[in-house]
């Protein structure tokens, strides 16, 4: 059985807000496995538990590039908060989108492959990089990047450096602005409910049927009446719809005027959204979290064993 830590609690807290000791027991059902408790509390909480799930840990940048109807969006990564405003590293994240814009590379290898040259470094970009881990003294990385050069136009906008966002569109640049804010604060996953990853619609609906399930145990328990499959089949499928129109940019009440959807905003300015791409800073990376008490102690355990 894996040691639950105390930084391990306050992880999994931090994600989900629920209770900390709600948070020590399903870490403690899970093994120790993050995504695991964090599930579990889902079922247990219901939705609460994944209100902060889009908290990360990583550092980094997201930038991004427009020339005419080519742009690029890019998550640059590093070890620690301070390298993220450093003048170097914020050069080095820029001429990289650029190069991207630029060239069309196939994957982050290509990318690296090519020419550029930077405070001294050089000639390739990945030799840039290099050059600048030994002069910042901190390990740093191109992560992901989107290209889109398929004729649509398009629009942009960053929120600090940790979001990033790039609308693909025809119609009005004022309504395609406004969707890239909107799809920064509200993190829709697809564009419309049909186009939500099956794993996902999958996970949810896993979760709805064990939530149900715990109701019905919790009803039994209290000598309660439990509700039949069909009703049970059918609260199932509504939580999933659901899920779907929460997930889905189409189907999210606009940011703007709560009164209507993106879709009912975006036909009344005539404006089309082909595709958008979101990058949120470390959004999928677990970052180690060390226990300094722990630490402290085996290193004392070990001093005395050799004394």
Request: hydrophobic share 45%.
């Given at each position: 059985m894996a040691a639950i830590t105390a930084s391990m609690v306050a992880e999994l807290r931090g994600k989900t807000d629920a209770p900390m000791m709600e948070c020590k027991k399903a870490l403690t059902e899970a093994g120790g496995d993050m995504a695991k408790a964090e599930e579990l509390l889902r079922v247990k909480l219901g939705s609460k538990a994944g209100k902060a799930a889009s908290r990360v840990t990583a550092e980094g940048v997201v930038v991004s590039a427009v020339n005419g109807t080519a742009g690029a969006l890019?998550?640059?990564?590093?070890?620690?908060?301070?390298?993220?405003?450093?003048?170097?590293?914020?050069?080095?994240?820029?001429?990289?989108?650029?190069?991207?814009?630029?060239?069309?590379?196939?994957?982050?290898?290509a990318l690296g492959a090519l020419a550029y040259s930077q405070d001294g470094f050089g000639p390739t970009l990945e030799d840039v990089r290099k050059g600048l881990i030994g002069k910042i003294g901190e390990n740093m990385s191109f992560r992901r990047f989107k290209r889109y050069a398929d004729g649509g136009k398009l629009a942009g906008y960053l929120h600090g450096t940790r979001i990033g966002v790039l609308v693909e569109y025809e119609g009005s640049e004022t309504a395609a602005k406004d969707v890239a804010m909107h799809v920064a604060a509200m993190k829709p996953v697809a564009l419309t409910s049909a186009d939500v990853p099956a794993e996902l619609v999958q996970k949810e609906r896993s979760v709805a049927a064990a939530k149900a399930e715990e109701d019905k145990r919790i009803a039994e328990a209290a000598g309660k009446p439990v509700q039949s499959d069909e009703i049970v089949a059918k609260r199932i499928e509504g939580g999933v719809q659901k899920y779907?129109?929460?997930?889905?940019?189409?189907?999210?009440?606009?940011?703007?005027?709560?009164?209507?959807?993106?879709?009912?905003?975006?036909?009344?300015?005539?404006?089309?959204?082909?595709?958008?791409t979101l990058y949120v800073v470390g959004e999928g990376i677990e970052k180690k979290v060390d226990d300094f008490a722990a630490e402290v102690a085996a290193q004392v355990a070990a001093a005395k064993g050799a004394a």
């Amino acid at each position: 059985m894996a040691a639950i830590t105390a930084s391990m609690v306050a992880e999994l807290r931090g994600k989900t807000d629920a209770p900390m000791m709600e948070c020590k027991k399903a870490l403690t059902e899970a093994g120790g496995d993050m995504a695991k408790a964090e599930e579990l509390l889902r079922v247990k909480l219901g939705s609460k538990a994944g209100k902060a799930a889009s908290r990360v840990t990583a550092e980094g940048v997201v930038v991004s590039a427009v020339n005419g109807t080519a742009g690029a969006l890019l998550e640059v990564n590093c070890e620690t908060d301070f390298v993220t405003k450093n003048d170097s590293f914020l050069a080095l994240a820029q001429g990289a989108v650029d190069l991207i814009v630029q060239h069309n590379p196939a994957d982050i290898e290509a990318l690296g492959a090519l020419a550029y040259s930077q405070d001294g470094f050089g000639p390739t970009l990945e030799d840039v990089r290099k050059g600048l881990i030994g002069k910042i003294g901190e390990n740093m990385s191109f992560r992901r990047f989107k290209r889109y050069a398929d004729g649509g136009k398009l629009a942009g906008y960053l929120h600090g450096t940790r979001i990033g966002v790039l609308v693909e569109y025809e119609g009005s640049e004022t309504a395609a602005k406004d969707v890239a804010m909107h799809v920064a604060a509200m993190k829709p996953v697809a564009l419309t409910s049909a186009d939500v990853p099956a794993e996902l619609v999958q996970k949810e609906r896993s979760v709805a049927a064990a939530k149900a399930e715990e109701d019905k145990r919790i009803a039994e328990a209290a000598g309660k009446p439990v509700q039949s499959d069909e009703i049970v089949a059918k609260r199932i499928e509504g939580g999933v719809q659901k899920y779907l129109k929460e997930v889905s940019l189409y189907n999210q009440s606009f940011v703007k005027n709560d009164k209507q959807t993106v879709e009912q905003m975006l036909k009344a300015a005539d404006t089309q959204v082909k595709s958008f791409t979101l990058y949120v800073v470390g959004e999928g990376i677990e970052k180690k979290v060390d226990d300094f008490a722990a630490e402290v102690a085996a290193q004392v355990a070990a001093a005395k064993g050799a004394a």
